[in-house]
C-alpha cells in the first residue's frame, strides 16, 4: 500500500473545500436510518446495522439505486429531513467544507404523498441554523430522476418553480444508461430560461457521448462525473477549453464498478490536462466516505501532490455557483494555507 505521509493527510484535511455533488439521501448513515425507521413505524427491509453493511455492497448503479431508493423510505416529517440534512452539514463543516451543493429528490417522495414542502421546510431550517452559527452555505439542486422520464422531470421542475428562493439549479440524476440528455432539453431549456443553474449527471456510466449532448444540448454549466468524456479527445478539447466543470466522486466510481481500482482513475490525468476537477464524495453513507475520505484515498492511490489538492480545493471553489465575490474570498483563504 501506498503511504500518504501523516503531514499530507493534514493538510487534506485543513484545507477549505466545497463539495459540489452529494445527494441528501446518500448521506442517511445506518445507524440514522434505523433510527429513522424505528420512529416513523416503517417496515423495514433492513432490520440492523449488519443488515444494512451487508446491502452495502454493489454490482452497478442499477444496483445501488435499489437500495437507495430503499433508504429513502424511513423519511417522512420536516423534522426527518431536518436531521439528515444538519448531520450531513455538521459532518461536512468539521471536514472543513465551508459551502456545499446538495441535490434533493422531489420524485421520490411526492409518489408516496409527502409534499415538498415537508422536503424544503426541514432542510432549509438546517441551512438556516448552520449557516447563521458557522457562515457555511449550502445550495439546493433539484434533481430530476431520468427513469422517471421527461414529464415527470418537467411536473417536478414546475413544483421547484415555487421554492425559486431556496432552489439554485437543478440536475439529472439516476440510471444513466438508456435515458440520454436529449430526451430532457425541453426541461433544462424552461429551467435555464426560468434562472435555474444546471448541472447532468453524464459519462458515470453511459457513453461520452452522453456528456458530449449534456454540454451541447442540455447547456448545463457543469457535467456530474464525467468520466467517459476521456474516450472522445475532441471533447475533452472542448471541455478543457471552456473550463466545463466535473464533479468527480473516486470512491462512488470503486463501489458501483465503474471504475475497477483507485489507481486507475483518471482524476490525476484530467487534472495535468488542464480540466476543471473537483473531488467529491455522491452518496458519502455508502461508499465509504466524506469529502476528505475521498481526497485521502485519492491523493494516496494516485501520489497527488500538495499542489494538486491546493488545485483540487481551488477548483471546487471556482466550479460552485457561488457568487464571483465569493469565490474569491475562498480562494484568498486558499492562498494563505
Ligand atoms: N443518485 C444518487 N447517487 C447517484 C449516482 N451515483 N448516479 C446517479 N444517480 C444517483
Ligand atoms: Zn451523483
Redesign the pocket.
Known amino acids: 500500500m501506498n503511504i500518504l505521509n501523516k503531514n499530507m493527510i493534514e493538510f487534506i484535511k485543513k484545507i477549505p473545500k466545497a463539495e459540489l455533488?452529494i445527494?441528501l439521501e446518500g448521506s442517511i448513515e445506518p445507524e440514522m436510518m434505523l433510527l429513522l425507521a424505528q420512529k416513523n413505524k416503517i417496515r423495514f427491509k433492513y432490520k440492523t446495522i449488519e443488515d444494512l453493511k451487508k446491502a452495502y455492497s454493489f454490482e452497478d448503479l442499477r444496483d445501488f439505486l435499489y437500495v437507495y431508493t430503499q433508504g429513502t423510505k424511513v423519511l417522512k416529517t420536516a423534522e426527518d429531513f431536518y436531521n439528515i440534512t444538519k448531520a450531513y452539514l455538521e459532518k461536512s463543516y468539521s471536514q472543513n467544507v465551508l459551502h456545499t451543493e446538495i441535490?434533493i429528490d422531489f420524485q421520490t417522495y411526492v409518489r408516496r404523498g409527502i409534499a415538498s414542502d415537508v422536503i424544503m421546510d426541514g432542510t432549509w431550517a438546517a441551512i438556516k441554523e448552520m449557516n447563521e452559527s458557522k457562515g457555511m452555505t449550502a445550495y439546493l439542486l433539484l434533481a430530476f430522476l431520468r427513469h422517471l422520464g421527461a414529464k415527470s422531470a418537467m411536473e417536478t421542475l414546475e413544483e421547484g418553480l415555487k421554492y425559486k428562493d431556496k432552489l439554485t439549479g437543478v440536475g439529472l440524476?439516476s440510471t444513466e444508461i438508456g435515458y440520454p440528455p436529449e430526451l430532457f432539453k425541453e426541461v433544462f431549456d424552461k429551467a435555464r430560461e426560468t434562472g435555474f443553474k444546471t448541472t447532468a449527471?453524464a459519462g458515470e456510466e453511459g457513453p461520452a457521448e452522453y456528456v458530449r449532448n449534456s454540454i451541447e444540448i442540455l447547456k448545463v454549466d457543469r457535467i456530474?462525473h464525467g468520466n467517459k468524456a476521456m474516450d472522445d479527445p475532441g471533447l475533452v478539447k472542448m471541455i478543457v477549453e471552456r473550463q466545463i466543470p466535473l464533479t468527480l466522486?473516486p470512491l462512488s466510481n470503486v463501489a458501483l464498478g465503474n471504475v475497477n481500482h483507485l489507481k486507475n482513475h483518471t482524476l490525476k490525468k484530467k487534472l495535468d490536462m488542464g480540466m476543471l476537477v473537483s473531488v467529491n464524495s455522491?452518496d458519502p453513507a455508502y461508499f465509504g466516505g466524506y469529502v476528505n475520505e475521498n481526497m485521502i484515498a485519492v491523493a494516496r492511490a494516485l501520489n497527488l501532490t500538495k499542489k494538486d489538492i491546493v488545485k483540487l480545493a481551488q477548483n471546487s471553489f471556482i466550479s460552485s455557483f457561488l457568487p464571483e465575490n465569493k469565490k474569491k474570498e475562498y480562494l484568498e483563504m486558499i492562498s494563505h494555507i
Do not use: I, K, N, S
Open positions: 455533488h445527494h441535490f440524476a449527471h456530474d466522486c455522491d
